[in-house]
């Protein structure tokens, strides 16, 4: 029989929402490529994040900064020192080291970066001049990381490129452990709200020797994956280390002080995200069509929340060869699309098959155009969780579905 593990990675590869990367030469091990489904899916989560910790807030400065940075750069960090994994008795740097430039004496050793957070530090100054921000603040962003995973495995959970989305958050020494404990909370939160299974979330308080280079006390928040108990998300206290060693420091204009400010850190993996959610939202059940007590036919759907699903919407005919049924339905298509996105049109197949496929990628709801509305202008909605149908007037679609959103 087909595990958990194997069913999420045959349905997201055959629908559409991660393939293998560079499959047609044979895959290149630690990579994947998010096909249409994947894609949207990622957009939502980043977008839902970009929400949640940035632009809702007084306190948080947005960035995208640069993916190569200079050798200096993870000196100061200790990248280059620690960031390693011990490998055949030796110890080996799993960054990703170029040259930027082309004529050898002009170029430079250059490493894509690890992690986000040098790219908050090296911009520490540079927003505090802009914006002049009062501690405590944070400089957050989203964007691609590198590591050269000595064994990239388990799908999307150890790959060696990946979205991170991360932010610094800046505070005096004193007060480390009151925004230690309020992120904590903040990252709690963002669980509940993104959908993944709270019950198969736990805190793992990581142990003194095992602590990154640069952080003092570190939680982890691990899932329960289909393949053991791993991290999903991480909160360090990383000190000062960073911002120290960057010699860098923060004047308050009304103390009159200056200091150098520590930092809480909570970090989230958008991959493991993406890869958290499809196993919360995997479900199998039996339909029984409404009418009847039994006879019910098995799928597969996705629960996701509406805000986290690739198509928020489907817009059905009930047959194909009728053409008032098709144009009503196109002309109920472009109305719905105007306002929810992304919605498809799907009238390829019997609706029973219709309604399944849309089960399949976590489509919240599908309207059905019929011979009813060509009498009185309503349609039928189908809810994807309960299969229940309701009928509803064509001019309430937009401000009913926004509503249950
Ligand atoms: N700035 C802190 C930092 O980078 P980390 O625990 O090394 O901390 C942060 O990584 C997050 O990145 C992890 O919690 C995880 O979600 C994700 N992550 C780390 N390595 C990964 C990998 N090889 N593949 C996919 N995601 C990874």
Known sequence: MESKMEKIISLAKRRGFIYPGSEIYGGLAGTWDYGPLGANMLYN???????????????????????????QVWVASGH??????????????????????????????????????QGMFVNFKNVIDSFHPRIPFGIAQIGRCFRNEISPRDFLFRVREFDLMEFEYFVREKDWKKYFEYWKKEMRDWIKETGIDNEKIHELE????????????????????????????????RTDHDLKNHKLDYYDEETKEKFIPHVIEPTFGAGRTLLALLDSAFAEDELVP??????????????FKPHIAPVKVAVFPLLKNKPDIIKKAKEVYDMVRKEIQPAVFDDNGNIGKRYRRQDEIGTPYCITIDF??????????????TGKQERMEIKDICFKLRKKF
């Open 45 to 71: 989560i980043k977008e839902a994040w970009w929400k949640k910790f940035v632009i809702s807030r007084d306190d948080m400065f947005g960035i995208a900064s640069s993916i190569m940075m200079p050798e």
């Open 80 to 117: 280059l020192e620690h960031f390693t994994d011990p490998c055949e008795g030796k110890k080996f740097n799993t960054m990703f080291k170029s040259k930027a430039g082309a004529l050898k004496d002009e170029t430079t050793d250059v490493y894509l970066r690890p992690e986000l957070a």
């Open 206 to 237: 990581v142990p003194k020797n095992e602590l990154a280079h640069y952080s003092k006390r570190t939680i982890d928040f691990q899932y329960d994956f289909p393949f053991g108990r791993k991290e999903l998300y991480g909160l360090a206290y």
């Open 290 to 303: 409404p009418g009847r007590d039994e006879g019910g036919e098995k799928r597969v759907f996705l629960r």
């Open 372 to 385: 009813e509305t060509l009498d009185n202008d309503t349609v039928t909605i189908r809810d994807r969780d």
